[in-house]
């Protein structure tokens, strides 16, 4: 069986609730991942938006989630590192942690949450960038899995965060 990512909170392919927004309360989902492959040693999750302006845009990386975890609960503190010795590195809005969606009004935007089985953890320590945490990761992936939501602005709603995507 492939590894596979889900989340409670929205189907594949569909709207994100605004609860996990910059427009909402801007918590991270809960996500559910299926048994790994056997050589798993720990997981990173990089969640992103392809659609920004100004090109892709990190919202979270989240790594060295250790072996055992099958899912991440809804609100996951932007702590450095977490009880579960899981860390947290620097999304695009230059903070620690998830940063939801938050779009410019237009056309919705696509959030894909990526989760890799690894066959090593990362070593890094907390708030590395998206280049450190995929430089760690490459020729240890084992399988991954995704999922992915869209989110839409409608003019004039919003808190106006500087940096949106």
Request: with cysteine.
């Given at each position: 069986?492939?590894?596979?990512?889900?989340?409670?909170?929205?189907?594949?392919?569909?709207?994100?609730?605004?609860?996990?927004?910059?427009?909402?309360?801007?918590?991270?989902?809960?996500?559910?991942?299926?048994?790994?492959?056997?050589?798993?040693?720990?997981?990173?999750?990089?969640?992103?938006?392809?659609?920004?302006?100004?090109?892709?845009?990190?919202?979270?990386?989240?790594?060295?989630?250790?072996?055992?975890?099958?899912?991440?609960?809804?609100?996951?503190?932007?702590d450095e590192t977490l009880p579960t010795q899981a860390k947290?590195?620097?999304?695009?809005?230059?903070?620690?942690?998830?940063?939801?969606?938050?779009?410019?009004?237009g056309p919705a935007h696509r959030y894909y949450f990526t989760?890799?089985?690894?066959?090593?953890?990362?070593?890094?320590?907390?708030?590395?960038?998206?280049?450190?945490?995929?430089?760690?990761?490459?020729?240890?992936?084992?399988?991954?899995?995704?999922?992915?939501?869209?989110?839409?602005?409608?003019?004039?709603?919003?808190?106006?965060?500087?940096?949106?995507?």
């Open positions: 069986m492939a590894l596979s990512l889900t989340s409670p909170a929205f189907v594949h392919d569909q709207p994100i609730p605004i609860r996990y927004t910059c427009d909402g309360e801007d918590l991270s989902p809960p996500l559910h991942w299926t048994d790994p492959p056997d050589r798993t040693q720990a997981f990173a999750l990089v969640a992103e938006d392809p659609d920004a302006p100004a090109g892709t845009f990190t919202h979270w990386l989240l790594y060295d989630i250790p072996v055992a975890a099958r899912e991440l609960e809804e609100g996951i503190p932007n947290q590195g620097l999304n695009d809005f230059g903070r620690v942690g998830y940063g939801g969606p938050c779009p410019p009004p989760l890799y089985a690894l066959s090593r953890p990362t070593t890094l320590g907390p708030r590395a960038t998206k280049g450190m945490v995929l430089d760690a990761i490459r020729d240890h992936v084992l399988a991954q899995a995704q999922i992915m939501g869209r989110y839409q602005r409608a003019a004039g709603t919003g808190k106006g965060k500087a940096k949106r995507a």
